[in-house]
């Protein structure tokens, strides 16, 4: 047989190159979360996280016929939903999903917004949830200690949060 009857067997095989991507797929799964994530990620999954659980806190309200109301310290990372019940004591939601951390490390409560009181940029404030939604339209600006803003917007009596990049005014 010459060289050119010959077949070429140099290369790879289709199954040889699928496990090699299926090992280094699964190395990947391992090590990507344990990357450290950075500020800019971190606040805007602490936007998003602090929008849907405004949204949940007024379906909640709507559904289960419960009042809540967020507890936030501006200048500060303290956000707390906090139930009412029937009595009218306060305590710590029953729901799990309302019980969890909203912001994540270094990410701050910067100023909140209603119309009716204005900026305030520290002390403590209340936003009332009830079976109708928010009683006023808040804007709540969160920061990253690298001065990085996002910013929310949650409208009253209809459930909607909308999350913005960037320090938004009304």
């Given at each position: 047989?010459?060289?050119?009857?010959?077949?070429?067997?140099?290369?790879?095989?289709?199954?040889?190159?699928?496990?090699?991507?299926?090992?280094?797929?699964?190395?990947?799964?391992?090590?990507?979360?344990?990357?450290?994530?950075?500020?800019?990620?971190?606040?805007?999954?602490s936007?998003?996280?602090l929008?849907?659980?405004?949204?949940?806190?007024?379906?909640?309200?709507?559904?289960?016929?419960?009042?809540?109301?967020?507890?936030?310290?501006?200048?500060?990372?303290?956000?707390?939903?906090?139930?009412?019940?029937?009595?009218?004591?306060?305590?710590?939601p029953?729901?799990?999903?309302?019980?969890?951390?909203?912001?994540?490390?270094?990410?701050?409560?910067?100023?909140?917004?209603?119309?009716?009181?204005?900026k305030?940029?520290?002390?403590?404030?209340r936003?009332?949830?009830?079976?109708?939604?928010?009683?006023?339209?808040?804007?709540?600006?969160?920061?990253?200690?690298?001065?990085?803003?996002?910013?929310?917007?949650?409208?009253?009596?209809?459930?909607?949060?909308?999350?913005?990049?960037?320090?938004?005014?009304?």
């Amino acid at each position: 047989m010459n060289n050119a009857q010959r077949p070429d067997t140099s290369g790879f095989t289709l199954i040889e190159i699928a496990v090699v991507l299926a090992i280094i797929g699964m190395v990947m799964l391992l090590i990507i979360p344990r990357l450290p994530s950075t500020e800019q990620e971190d606040l805007k999954v602490s936007a998003r996280t602090l929008a849907s659980t405004l949204r949940y806190m007024q379906e909640r309200a709507a559904t289960t016929r419960t009042n809540y109301y967020l507890d936030l310290a501006p200048g500060t990372d303290s956000v707390k939903v906090v139930e009412i019940s029937g009595d009218g004591w306060s305590r710590e939601p029953a729901d799990p999903l309302l019980r969890r951390a909203t912001l994540k490390e270094g990410i701050l409560v910067s100023d909140v917004v209603i119309p009716r009181l204005g900026k305030v940029k520290d002390g403590q404030l209340r936003l009332d949830v009830g079976m109708g939604g928010l009683r006023d339209f808040v804007t709540i600006h969160l920061s990253s200690s690298g001065g990085k803003f996002w910013t929310l917007m949650a409208f009253p009596a209809g459930g909607k949060v909308k999350v913005y990049e960037g320090y938004q005014e009304e």
